[in-house]
């Protein structure tokens, strides 16, 4: 079965500091995705990134780049020079490319950007 | 271009009573997916349609149905509602349907009392 671990329930990390959460995942499929969505207590779900198992280079969107690790099956999000703006929940995710069309969610780290 | 817009935004309910959520899809999009979000069991997903066809079922009891529309909107059904049913109820949207990154509402946020 699919399963997602994210083992930082919270982190504080003072603004402009790059922060790095961590991700690992399990699955016996050969092609997957690898999600990362950001929610702010608002509710809103929010794509940040997303690497796809045979995508030879990390993936990299802006100030968020996923270091993906596919022997240590470890997909760790990267945020350089946070925001006070960034504090929110984030949320690694993943799917199986094949045949199943649901995401498989980690627990999530409650992400708080110090002034 | 029109985000995922979902409906009611917040609403109680009684124990007992049923529920109906609604969700409009980014214009374009054909596959629509539902997740329900608690603090105790986190996100979990319950259904996920493309063309008006269900297409994979999480593990939700009978009481949780959902239908699509030929203009790809959606809806979710909860009928006898119980206390453990209190939570936010995420609709997502995506073009291509089994890959590709999807886009939520801002979620409609049921409590039961």
């Known amino acids: 079965a699919q399963k997602i671990t994210q083992t930082q329930p919270g982190m504080f990390v003072q603004e402009k500091e790059a922060v790095t959460l961590d991700c690992t995942y399990d699955?016996?499929?050969?092609?997957?995705?690898l999600f990362w969505y950001k929610q702010p207590s608002s509710g809103e779900m929010i794509f940040l990134i997303y690497q796809g198992s045979y995508d030879q280079q990390n993936a990299t969107e802006g100030r968020y780049s996923l270091n993906f690790q596919k022997a240590r099956k470890s997909a760790n999000l990267v945020i350089s020079a946070s925001q006070l703006g960034d504090s929110a929940m984030y949320f690694c995710a993943m799917r199986d490319l094949d045949s199943n069309y649901q995401l498989i969610w980690g627990a999530g780290t409650k992400l708080i950007i110090k002034p | 271009k029109a985000g995922v817009t979902q409906t009611p935004r917040y609403l109680i309910k009684t124990r007992g009573q049923q529920v109906t959520l609604s969700c409009s899809p980014i214009?374009?999009?054909?596959?629509v997916s539902w997740y329900q979000q608690t603090p105790g069991q986190g996100l979990q997903f319950l259904f996920e349609y493309f063309s008006e066809t269900q297409r994979n079922k999480g593990n939700f009891p009978g009481r949780f149905s959902g239908r699509q529309f030929s203009n790809s909107r959606s809806e979710m059904n909860v009928s006898t509602l119980e206390l453990g049913d209190s939570a936010l109820y995420l609709c997502a949207s995506s073009a291509q349907g089994s890959t590709g990154e999807l886009f939520f509402g801002e979620g409609s946020r049921l409590t039961v009392l």
């Open positions: 699955t016996s499929d050969p092609s997957y995705g």
């Open positions: 214009s374009g999009h054909r596959s």
